[in-house]
């Protein structure tokens, strides 16, 4: 590994479900403190990507690599997968995922949520890890809802929670995978907060969104998927005014209309 490869690189990745091609052949690079949003419409392959760089799904072609280190496969085609369960376990948890549903344990309270990864996946001894999930709570404005369990709170809550979870591992990137697409536009607003102050932090993220005022808000470089392809993609202040692609024009006017 090394400091100035970039954190995550993809390269000419490939995704089958069957005869269902969802990639087809996607470069994506985010360096350090780069923030990359992919938009699109449904199934252009966007939250595929998203989880084929976390390692949950095997891709069939291409190399993923993390701060430069590529990940080591056995097989080819739809027999591919990694081969080192070890690299599979660090890349994952450097690369901590926040989901559109909130996947908090319902019978566990909120700091408890956000302290179970670094005790059980990390070993980290409890005296550290609670004042980190502690300060990480208060950094998503919900310090004051660490005894309280997923059911009490709010959606933006529970998705806030979340954030505070995925940060409590200290990750060298964060994904984002529609953060807000399952809250109303209030609670909503909560969330893009967040996720606004971790972009201003340098914190290097890949965010997939259906909110194009946030992509274009908080990111450093919009990639435009269509059908499994990048149709186009480039700065945001030129994406979302200039953009150059009959598909991209059409697709902006639909989402900024609605």
Same mark, same amino acid.
């Given at each position: 590994?090394?400091d ?5 690189? =993809?390269?000419?990745?490939?995704k089958s479900?069957?005869? &269902?091609?969802?990639?087809?052949? +996607?470069?994506i690079?985010? !360096? *350090?403190g780069?923030?990359v949003s992919?938009i699109g419409?449904?199934g252009?392959?966007k939250s595929t990507?998203?989880r084929?760089?976390?390692l949950?799904?095997? @891709?069939?072609?291409?190399d =993923? &690599?993390?701060?430069?280190?590529p990940? @080591?496969? *056995?097989?080819?085609g739809?027999g #591919?997968h990694?081969s080192d !369960?070890k690299?599979?376990?660090?890349i994952r948890?450097?690369?901590?995922m926040v ?10 309270? =909120?700091?408890?949520?956000v302290?179970?990864a670094?005790l059980? +996946?990390?070993?980290r001894? !409890?005296a550290?890890?609670?004042p980190?999930? !502690?300060?990480?709570l208060?950094k998503?404005?919900i310090?004051?809802?660490?005894d309280a369990?997923?059911?009490q709170?709010?959606g933006?809550?529970?998705?806030r929670a979340? =954030?505070? #979870?995925? &940060?409590c591992m200290e990750p060298?990137?964060l994904l984002?995978d529609?953060?807000?697409s399952?809250l ?6 909560e +969330?893009?907060?967040v996720i606004q102050?971790?972009?201003e ?5 890949i965010?997939v969104?259906h909110d194009? *005022?946030?992509? #274009?808000d908080?990111?450093?470089?919009? +990639?435009f &998927?269509h059908?499994?392809r990048i149709?186009?993609?480039?700065a945001?202040?030129?994406l979302?005014?200039?953009p150059k692609?009959?598909r991209?024009?059409g697709f902006?006017?639909s989402?900024l209309a609605?």
């Amino acid at each position: 590994m090394t400091d100035t490869a970039p954190v995550i690189e =993809i390269r000419d990745l490939h995704k089958s479900y069957g005869q &269902l091609e969802v990639l087809k052949g +996607v470069d994506i690079t985010a !360096r *350090k403190g780069d923030v990359v949003s992919l938009i699109g419409s449904s199934g252009s392959g966007k939250s595929t990507l998203l989880r084929c760089a976390n390692l949950l799904e095997d @891709s069939q072609q291409g190399d =993923i &690599l993390f701060c430069g280190e590529p990940v @080591s496969w *056995k097989g080819t085609g739809a027999g #591919r997968h990694p081969s080192d !369960r070890k690299q599979v376990m660090r890349i994952r948890t450097n690369l901590s995922m926040v989901f559109q549903q909130f996947n908090l344990w319902a019978h566990m309270t =909120i700091l408890q949520n956000v302290m179970e990864a670094p005790l059980t +996946v990390l070993g980290r001894d !409890r005296a550290e890890v609670e004042p980190a999930a !502690r300060a990480y709570l208060d950094k998503v404005g919900i310090g004051d809802k660490a005894d309280a369990f997923p059911a009490q709170l709010s959606g933006g809550q529970q998705q806030r929670a979340a =954030i505070a #979870r995925a &940060l409590c591992m200290e990750p060298k990137a964060l994904l984002f995978d529609e953060p807000t697409s399952a809250l109303d536009p209030e609670l909503e607003q909560e +969330v893009v907060r967040v996720i606004q102050a971790l972009a201003e932090e340098g914190r290097t993220m890949i965010l997939v969104t259906h909110d194009m *005022k946030m992509a #274009r808000d908080v990111s450093d470089h919009v +990639v435009f &998927l269509h059908q499994g392809r990048i149709e186009e993609q480039g700065a945001p202040a030129r994406l979302f005014t200039d953009p150059k692609t009959d598909r991209l024009r059409g697709f902006l006017s639909s989402t900024l209309a609605a």
